[in-house]
Nanobody, 115 residues
Framework: VQLQASGGGLVQPGGSLRLSCAASGFTLDDYAIGWFRQAPGKEREGVSCISSIDGSTYYKKPVKGRFAISRDNAKKTVYLQMNSLRAEDTAVYYC?????????WGQGTLVTVSS
């Protein structure tokens, strides 16, 4: 099982980025995928997740209305579209899949929001 996160970078406040999480080694269709982030000096926190069953989504309150999670099972990729970025969104972003018995994490991609 591998998750490869990409798409991070430096962006000005108010800007946008799209993160990608490429999955391999398991059938993406069968599992929910989550995006988490860890800001400097803080604990890792959940940001958003998307269901495998009906594509339903969840967003942590600070990002609701600004971030959008989606999945393309054919491309084995989950996306996190991030708009209206703020300085407090600065963090390393990770994607995650819970397969019974184990929790798998991607390597993380750094998002820096700064002018």
């Amino acid at each position: 099982v591998q998750l490869q996160a990409s798409g991070g970078g430096l962006v000005q406040p108010g800007g946008s980025l799209r993160l990608s999480c490429a999955a391999s080694g398991f059938t993406l269709d069968d599992y929910a995928i989550g995006w988490f982030r860890q800001a400097p000096g803080k604990e890792r926190e959940g940001v958003s997740c998307i269901s495998s069953i009906d594509g339903s989504t969840y967003y942590k309150k600070p990002v609701k209305g600004r971030f959008a999670i989606s999945r393309d099972n054919a491309k084995k990729t989950v996306y996190l579209q991030m708009n209206s970025l703020r300085a407090e969104d600065t963090a390393v972003y990770y994607c995650n899949v819970e397969i019974p018995g184990y929790s798998y994490w991607g390597q993380g991609t750094l998002v820096t929001v700064s002018s």
